[in-house]
């Protein structure tokens, strides 16, 4: 029994001088800066940590704040955080442009937050296959979906130029058509259909719609297409009210790295549906 008091009493004792210690303290007693802790800490390293910082639910530590903590959601936090979360070398969104994004976010009577199970937010990756003796890149586009009690990513669609190129139709020549009395003939003159190449969409239904999905899944499954690696990830924001955000992942030296905002607009009326368009290849 007594051996047992013992061990808790110096279990207590680490577990108070690891959170007595200033900033830098711990980290340096283990070979680490105190300029190597700063940059630690400053990296947003995971998607869900961008979220927690620019809803103001986590400290500098990336300690998750309790809901009854006075900073918890408060504006002088979230204001720290949403500054450090822009790419500060993409000078492409205006300082204004910033500073009228992060008042948004934070004014009292309407603050604007992120919800992981909100909707309105997508992933869009680029991925590395294998065609043959060729390598390809295929864009894939990853949609969060509830799943039971939980949640899953989706492949919701893919892009690639291949694909949308399909169907070229022929406005030279009108002779792409099969004669109405073809059938007459046991449809043999289908030949010149097949010989086509290029223009055999012209012999096809004119309102039929390109299932890339469904040709993505045949290459998969034929072993046509043969996985080999993600090479770029990027995250698509259509949450907050008026607004777009992109955030992707920066990986270089100094405080401003990891998840970060790579893109911002304001939106217009209608301008939601065409940059979701334009992000998905759309005409």
Known sequence: MRKVKVVFFLLAFVVIQVYSQEPGVLLSRSGISAADEVSFYAETKQVNQFIRRFNGEEDVRGVKLATNDPTYHSSDLRKKYLNMLFDHSNSDIPELL??????????????????????????????????GNEMVIFTLFMKLVKENLGSKWI?????????????????????????????????????????????????????????????????????????????????????????????????????????????????????????????????
């Open 98 to 131: 910033k500073n009228a994004f992060v008042n948004d976010m934070v004014v009292d009577r309407d603050p604007k937050f992120l919800d992981f199970h909100g909707g309105d937010w997508f992933s869009e990756i680029e991925v590395l296959f294998q065609r």
């Open 155 to 283: 492949i919701n669609d893919v892009y690639s130029p291949p694909y949308e190129n399909l169907y070229k139709p022929n406005g030279t020549s009108a002779s792409c058509f099969l004669h109405p009395l073809s059938h007459e003939l046991d449809f043999m003159n289908l030949d010149k259909v097949f010989d086509s190449q290029e223009y055999i969409g012209d012999y096809f239904f004119q309102g039929f719609q390109v299932d890339k999905l469904s040709i993505f899944l045949y290459e998969i499954r034929t072993n046509k297409l043969r996985f080999k690696q993600v090479t770029n990830v990027k995250f698509h924001f259509f949450q907050l009210k008026n607004w777009y955000m992109e955030i992707s992942e920066f990986n270089r030296p100094g405080l401003n790295k990891g998840w970060l905002i790579s893109n911002l607009i304001r939106l217009e009326d209608g301008q939601k549906d065409r940059i979701i368009d334009f992000i998905h290849h759309r005409e």
